[in-house]
Each structure stands twice: as C-alpha cells, then as structure tokens.
C-alpha cells in the first residue's frame, strides 16, 4: 500500500519559517514525482509545488520565491521548505504520489497543520 507521511507543521509566527517532511512507503519511490498540497479551512484543495523525477521543481505563484521543494531518494523523504510565511498559508498541508499534472490526491495520508498566527 502507498503510505505518505507527513510532519514538521507547527504555529509559528508571520515571516517564520517550516520544514516539512514526507516520508514514503509502499512504491519506488525514484519512479514518481511527487507533490505537496494544502486545504485551508473552508477551502478546496491547491496545488502547491512539485517535484519531478529528474529532480526538477514547480511552483504555485503564490509560493514561488518562498518555498523550496526537493527530495532524498536514499531516504525516501520530499521536503518542503517554507520561508516568509504569511497567515494566508495557514493549512493542512499534504504530500502526494505524483507530478504536477498527474499527482494523485488519493495517496495522501493525514497531512500536517500548519498555522501561521502572531
């Protein structure tokens, strides 16, 4: 089974910074892109950023110049960096099987808050 997991949300503090984690299990891994993305309260799902197999990086226009994705194959790990967050980011932030245009919103697992709050 496809297992994703996901950590490092938190509150922090506007223009605060986050890292967050998602660990991968059931698929090899070197085979996907894989994505990140959020639902704020009373929101839809978004897009967030993705990464592809050849380690290639997409971003949403509202997080681009602030987040930075990237991976490590030997540890089956995506990472998210997130800098200059705003209360707007505010979100369950998920990780997903999948690239840009073909990632797979079922395979997420349970996500990690992340709220942004002075």
């Known amino acids: 089974d496809v297992q994703l997991q996901a950590s490092g949300g938190g509150l922090v503090q506007p223009g605060g910074s986050l890292r967050l984690s998602c660990v991968a299990s059931?698929?090899?891994?070197?085979?996907?892109?894989m994505s990140w993305l959020r639902q704020a309260p009373g929101k839809g799902i978004e897009w967030v950023s993705s990464?592809?197999?050849?380690?290639?990086?997409s971003y949403e226009v509202f997080v681009k110049g602030r987040f930075s994705i990237s991976r490590d194959v030997a540890k089956n790990t995506v990472y998210l960096q997130m800098n200059s967050l705003t209360p707007e980011d505010t979100a369950i932030y998920y990780c997903?099987?999948?690239?840009?245009?073909?990632?797979?919103?079922?395979?997420r697992g349970q996500g990690t808050q992340v709220t942004i709050s002075s």
């Open positions: 997903v099987r999948g690239g840009r245009f073909s990632w797979d919103a079922a395979t």
């Open positions: 990464i592809n197999m050849a380690d290639e990086p």
């Open positions: 059931g698929f090899i891994f070197t085979n996907y892109g």
